[in-house]
Nanobody, 123 residues
Framework: QVQLVESGGGLVQAGGSLRLSCAAS????????MGWYRQAPGKQRELVATITSGGTTNYANSVKGRFTISRDNAKNTVYLQMNSLKPEDTAVYYCNADGYYDGSYDIQSFDSWGQGTQVTVSS
């Protein structure tokens, strides 16, 4: 299978910046889309940003112009640069990736989630 490990969360003041990273590991054959989602207390998980293998990006309206998603295909890693952070950005941020991995006998699909990293923005 494929594992995702996030890093880079923490506590920051409003207006500050953080950079999240998520590295995929395992018998990866190929990765299609990678993305970031977040879940605030008492709320449903929501999309933050996604990026395809070709570099096409998609953002939630609430983060457009402040967050930038990027990926390094050679390292199977996706990043989220978060600038001008607001208290309402406070949430657990989860990484997601889908694609194919080399199974024991054939190529199989995967859709994996990371364990989450806490981002807290103080006012």
């Amino acid at each position: 299978q494929v594992q995702l490990v996030e890093s880079g969360g923490g506590l920051v003041q409003a207006g500050g910046s953080l950079r999240l990273s998520c590295a995929a590991s395992g018998s990866i054959f190929s990765i299609n889309a990678m993305g970031w989602y977040r879940q605030a207390p008492g709320k449903q998980r929501e999309l933050v940003a996604t990026i395809t293998s070709g570099g096409t990006t998609n953002y939630a309206n609430s983060v457009k112009g402040r967050f930038t998603i990027s990926r390094d295909n050679a390292k199977n890693t996706v990043y989220l640069q978060m600038n001008s952070l607001k208290p309402e950005d406070t949430a657990v941020y989860y990484c997601n990736a889908d694609g194919y991995y080399d199974g024991s006998y054939d190529i199989q699909s995967f859709d994996s989630w990371g364990q989450g990293t806490q981002v807290t923005v103080s006012s």
